[in-house]
């Protein structure tokens, strides 16, 4: 394959088949990959009876080229996008994520599902989600266990251990 048919088809490679909005989206590519992941993933996997939810970082080194950029120094790869992700605690697959937009979220975007219930309740209940009422245990990284949100998991059946 030459050059210029190769720069051809990588120019025209897309993640998303979605009409850009009216509004500057620095992360409307990548979007739907997102979702179709995570809707494919509740439709296909069945996580064991424990799940962890953390924070992961998929590494990137140039900051000025990654919109939603991060350093988390504690992390083992400190640069790069944030995501908060469960795992199945039984086969360590990963089968829900979250991208952290952070400064470059757009500030017209409808806010995410559960928004209302405040920053961290309303993460733990979308991510947690497909989950209710199954009775499973879920690990919590120190950072997620505010007490409303303990609150709420408990209300949905979820098996709650310090």
């Known amino acids: 394959m030459s050059k210029q048919r190769f720069d051809l088809i990588l120019k025209s490679l897309r993640y998303t088949n979605r009409l850009a909005p009216a509004y500057k989206d620095k992360f409307h590519g990548i ?12 439709k296909k996997f069945r996580p064991s009876w424990v799940s962890c ?8 080194t140039t900051r000025w080229t990654c919109p939603g950029w991060t350093y988390v ?7 790069g996008n944030e995501y908060h992700s469960v795992c199945c605690g039984v086969s360590k697959i990963m089968w829900q ?14 806010p ?3 928004a209302g219930a405040g920053k961290t309740v309303g993460l733990l209940l979308r991510m947690l989600s ?3 009422s199954r009775g499973m245990l879920v690990i919590l990284d120190s950072g997620f266990c ?3 949100g303990l609150i ?8 709650l251990r310090p």
Do not use: C, F
Not at 31 to 42: C, F, G, H, K, V
Not at 53 to 60: I, R, V
Not at 97 to 110: H, M, S, T, Y
């Open 97 to 110: 994520i979250e991208l952290v937009e952070g400064k470059d979220a757009p500030r017209e975007r409808v």
């Open 53 to 60: 939810l953390d924070e992961s970082m998929s590494p990137w």
């Open 31 to 42: 979007r739907q990959l997102i979702e179709a992941w995570n809707d494919n993933m509740i």
């Open 146 to 148: 505010v007490l409303q």
């Open 112 to 114: 995410p599902a559960n």
């Open 73 to 79: 120094p504690r992390k083992p790869t400190p640069m």
């Open 152 to 159: 709420e998991l408990r209300r949905l059946e979820y098996l």
């Open 130 to 132: 497909s989950m209710h």
